[in-house]
């Protein structure tokens, strides 16, 4: 070595005070002088160093953030929140392509058996896949994340909305594509969309009493019933079953605004579920 870095200079390379050009001559020297390598650890706060190589550490041992995890990020949602978010078992792969599997069979059913007015396997179905999502995507008995979110610093009632909610776009909006493949029955083929939000309202509502599997499971199998008795009541003439005419629609709705109010009533209560259940 023709020259060596002043211990002036090193001091401040160890505080990351240096400037350029000085700063790049340094880098570049150290990586091969191994006295200069020996003065700047004499220099250099030991301190400083430790908390250095933990945040490094830290950095190096954080999980990497998975596709739907940056883009939520990307479009501001919260650090925190995104990671709930993309933990949601619902959100994966796996649950979307059996959906889609659900969805494209009751498309085909309907598109193929054109006897009706409305193509009923595929609006007794569609609302049940928004309440099975929601039912998966909270309680420790169905979520391998529920240890996660259960330390994380969300109000119990609030994490439950925030998976709701993604559920709700996710599988609502498979519903919506999966209508748009039943053209030839115009509105009638949305006839689902009010049952699917009282069935998840109800759900939810009964959620913070009965559990995250009893309550959706007595919601789906009151449902199956009502749909088998409006069968045996026989609609005369190919007309829609019961819950999907005018009358139905409207009962729905009021049965969805009903267990909204009970839903908001009952909001602590999860936290008190939850902590129960851990």
Partial sequence: MTWHVSEQDL???????????????????????????????????????????????????????????????RIGVADHTARLLAATPVLRGSWLGAVVAVLVMSVVAGNAARTADSPTLFLALAPLLPLAGVALSYGPALDPTYEMAVVSPVHGFRLLMIRTVAVLVAGLGLNGLATLALP??????????????????????????????????????????????????????????????????????????????????????????QGSVV
């Fill in 11 to 73: 001091r401040a390379y160890a505080q990351g005070e240096l400037a350029p050009p000085v700063l790049w001559s340094a880098d570049a020297h150290l990586t091969a002088c191994a006295r200069c390598r020996a003065v700047l650890a004499e220099v250099s706060d030991p301190v400083a160093l430790d908390a250095g190589w933990e945040r490094l550490d830290a950095e190096l041992d954080a999980p990497r953030r998975g596709l739907l995890e940056s883009l939520l990020v």
């Fill in 184 to 273: 030839g029955y115009g509105l009638r083929a949305l006839a689902w969309l009010l049952p699917a939000l009282a069935l998840t309202a109800t759900g939810l509502a009964l959620t913070s009493r009965l559990g995250p599997v009893v309550a959706p499971s007595l919601v789906g199998g009151a449902w199956i019933a009502l749909l088998l008795a409006a069968h045996a009541a026989g609609p005369a003439g190919g007309e829609p079953l019961a819950p999907f005419t005018a009358l139905g629609q409207g009962v729905a709705a009021v049965v969805a605004g009903l267990a909204g109010g009970l839903l908001f009533v009952a909001r602590d209560r999860f936290d008190r579920f």
